[in-house]
T-cell receptor
């Protein structure tokens, strides 16, 4: 296992289309996080999972956003009816279970979404 | 939830000069983490501080956690071009929150180093 993988790396879509991103965390990590980052800003929390349970979702997230982690392994983030304001880098990160040595978030390389 | 503020937003230095970025939280933190993001890259974990007044060093980088656990700093001695990037601090969303949960990130300090 070489780290957190995200796919695709880049996505260009037309406004109004739906997009789905995938994240594969480090296999031993049970917590998975989705963040969004725009230029010049720090990562902004979207949602996170412990195993397959979605524990929290940002109030900033509209109903157009949904995330799943059906088997507690990989996760998907879907954005429906994309808007230009959705253009950003979508970052996935994972951490080990509580009690194990924690070396912070391990981020994936991100998916850069451009809505035209 | 708490807010995390970082200053300065930008810092331009000549290679060999020192650099410091400061992080302030609106609430007391149980721990604070620092990350580095190279241009075009993703954030990479640098270190976590837990104890009040804690100081940790990684080669030319010195990290400090304030006595009140509401502020932190990162100091780089004798910057090199490889130090270029954005440095973020991050703390647990809730007071007493652990480092395994949701983090609030500062807006980052962008460091450029002129050779």
């Amino acid at each position: 296992d070489t780290g957190v993988s995200q796919d695709p790396r880049h996505k260009i879509t037309k406004r109004g289309q739906n997009v789905t991103f995938r994240c594969d965390p480090i296999s031993e990590h049970n917590r998975l996080y989705w963040y969004r980052q725009t230029l010049g800003q720090g990562p902004e929390f979207l949602t996170y999972f412990q195993n397959e349970a979605q524990l929290e979702k940002s109030r900033l997230l509209s109903d157009r956003f949904s995330a799943e982690r059906p088997k507690g392994s990989f996760s998907t983030l879907e954005i429906q009816r994309t808007e230009q304001g959705d253009s950003a880098m979508y970052l996935c990160a994972s951490t080990p279970p509580s009690g194990q040595p924690n070396y912070g978030y391990t981020f994936g390389s991100g998916t850069r979404l451009t809505v035209v | 939830g708490q807010q995390v503020m970082q200053i300065p937003q930008y810092q331009h230095v000549q290679e060999g000069e020192d650099f410091t970025t400061y992080c302030n939280s609106s609430t007391t933190l149980s721990n604070i983490q620092w990350y580095k993001q190279r241009p075009g890259g993703h954030p990479v974990f640098l270190i976590q501080l837990v104890k009040s007044g804690e100081v940790k060093k990684q080669k030319r980088l010195t990290f400090q956690f304030g006595e009140a656990k509401k502020n932190s700093s990162l100091h780089i001695t004798a910057t090199q071009t490889t130090d270029v990037g954005t440095y973020f601090c991050a703390g647990p969303w809730r007071a007493g929150g652990t480092s395994y949960g949701k983090l609030t990130f500062g807006q980052g300090t962008i460091l450029t180093v002129h050779p």
